[in-house]
Each structure stands twice: as C-alpha cells, then as structure tokens.
C-alpha cells in the first residue's frame, strides 16, 4: 500500500510538473486594453482627414502630367494616354528666359532668410520673458498674445505705407522685414524656454564670468534647439506661401516670389482667349507641383525636431 501510495505521488508530482511546463510554454492569452481597441468611427475619421489633405496632392502630381487639353477632357485622379511630365518641368524652366527659376531662387531667398531671423527673434524674445523681470514684462506679454489674434492682411496695408516712406518698396526688405516678427513665434519660445533652460545653468555660467550674450549664444541657443527649429519651420512655410504682402510690394517681376510668378502665368491662361488652347495652363500646374518640393523636404529632414518641440512646449516635466 506504501508502494502504491508513493507511485501515485510520483505520479501526480509528475503530472503537475508536466502541466507547469505547459502552462509556462503556452504564454497566457493578453487582454487587449481599452486603449487598443478599435472605434470604427475614429477609423473613418483619420481616413476622410487622409483624403482631404492628399487627395489635392495627388491631382496636383496627376495633373501635371497632362497638357491643358488633357487637363479639361480626362479625369482628374487619372493619367492621360500621353503622360508629358518631363516635357511640362523643362518648358516651366525655359519659359520666360527662364523666369521661374529666378522665382523659384527669390522665394527660397526671402523664405530662408526670414525663417532664420524670426526663429533667432522669437528665441531671443521667449528666452528674455521667460528668464528676466523687468518692469511692465505682463504688460508687453499680453500685447503679444493679443498681436497673435491680428490677422496679416489686416497689417498689409499699413505696412505699405511705413515701407514706401521708407524707400523700400519694390526691394526684397519690403518681403524680409514683415516676415521677421512673429508673435505666436514668440509666445511658443517663451512657453517652452521655461522648462527647458535650468535656472541652476544660467547661475552657473554668470558665476563663472560668462556675460548674457555669451549665455545666450553658447547655451541657450543649444537648449532651444527644437522649439527653435519649430518656429523656423513655421515661418518658412508662412513666408513660402505668402502671396498678399509681396503683391503689393514688389512690382518688378524678377524680384517675384513663387506664388506672385505663378498667379501671373494663370492670369496670362485666362486672358489668352480659349483656356484650353493655351499650354500656359499646364505650366501653372508643374510650377505649382516643383514649389511644394522644397517644403516637403525640409519637413521631412526637420520632423523630428519639430515633433518634439511641439511636445516639450506643451508638457510639463
């Protein structure tokens, strides 16, 4: 009876130490959290916010493709028969004398430019009301937020007339200046130099003898980066697309932006009779599709910094 008691215990020691085995071979099932779960009207959503911002894009890259004929006898979201989208970038390049490129080259200039100052402004500004106290500091915070509910064209105006009493209209400084203040620039730096330059290292280098510009340039800069990059992308996206303000600047046609150039190429489709008989039309169309390139790069070299400027804005730590 002992020897059947002690095989029945082997027994059963064995069976549950095969049982733990295959409890620890088969991993137990996961329950999925409320959080991944899908919500089909999300789904839909994301899907029409999907189409709504590439559907124009993909017409545009269609489109350009095609002759101003194909343009209004086939379907938009589909090629012609003859696709001629080599043909249609190097007739853009060559019409004019080359005049788009020369708009192509003044628009990465007036955009470049004023990116890079009103990021240099709008740190120097957001660092100074972040960091210092001086009197009426609230005061002159509040006038920025409030510049930021003004809209552009509401300034065109009077920036005309500042400018041409000041001899600079019809220069690329009557594009350059404007674009230079950015008051939302300001307020996101200013938000986001609050936590992300250190008290303790401002401290540390005014005791080591290091003066306020020194400071500035040599850490604060560094610190800065990504919402730094933030406000440089935003601004040259503004700059880049701005049509109102060099309208009523500039009227030489080799000081045009893109987007003056192009508007008067399709203004030149439109008077020339028959639409469809000019092939001015179908350059408006590839001009269009080569100034979005520029752009799309530099969001796509930059997203990253851009991702996470918006992040350490908005996040306390």
Do not use: C
């Amino acid at each position: 009876m002992t020897t059947t008691a002690a095989t029945a215990a082997n027994g059963a020691t064995a069976t549950a130490a095969s049982s733990a085995d295959a409890a620890r071979a088969t991993p137990p099932k996961r329950r999925r959290s409320p959080s991944a779960r899908r919500s089909t009207p999300l789904t839909i959503a994301m899907l029409a916010a999907l189409a709504y911002f590439l559907l124009p894009l993909l017409w545009l890259l269609i489109a350009s493709t095609k002759s101003t004929q194909d343009l209004f006898n086939s379907f938009g979201l589909w090629f012609s028969h003859t696709p001629q989208l080599l043909t249609n970038v190097r007739e853009t390049f060559t019409r004019d004398d080359g005049v788009f490129g020369h708009w192509l080259l003044n628009t990465a200039v007036y955009a470049g430019v004023s990116a890079l100052g009103a990021a240099l402004l709008a740190a120097a500004g957001g660092y100074g009301f972040a960091k210092f106290r001086f009197r009426g500091d609230r005061a002159a915070l509040n006038l920025v937020v409030g510049a930021v509910m003004v809209p552009a064209t509401a300034l065109a105006i009077p920036t005309y007339l500042l400018f041409a009493k000041a001899g600079l209209v019809n220069t690329p400084w009557a594009v350059i200046l404007p674009s230079l203040v950015n008051p939302f620039g300001l307020y996101l730096m200013r938000v986001y130099a609050e936590d992300a330059v250190p008290d303790s290292i401002l401290e540390a280098a005014r005791i080591d003898g290091a003066g306020e510009m020194r400071i500035f340039f040599l850490i604060v800069l560094r610190l800065l980066g990504p919402g730094l990059v933030t406000v440089l992308l935003f601004t040259l996206v503004a700059t880049w697309n701005n049509y109102f303000l060099p309208l009523i600047m500039l009227n030489d046609p080799d000081l045009y932006p893109i987007t003056v150039g192009l508007s008067s190429w399709a203004a030149q489709a439109q008077n020339g009779g028959a639409g469809s008989s000019s092939d001015m039309l179908a350059l408006v169309v590839t001009g269009s599709l080569i100034s979005i390139i520029p752009l799309v790069v530099a969001f796509l070299m930059l997203q990253r910094y851009w991702q996470s400027g918006l992040a350490a804005g908005g996040v306390k730590q």
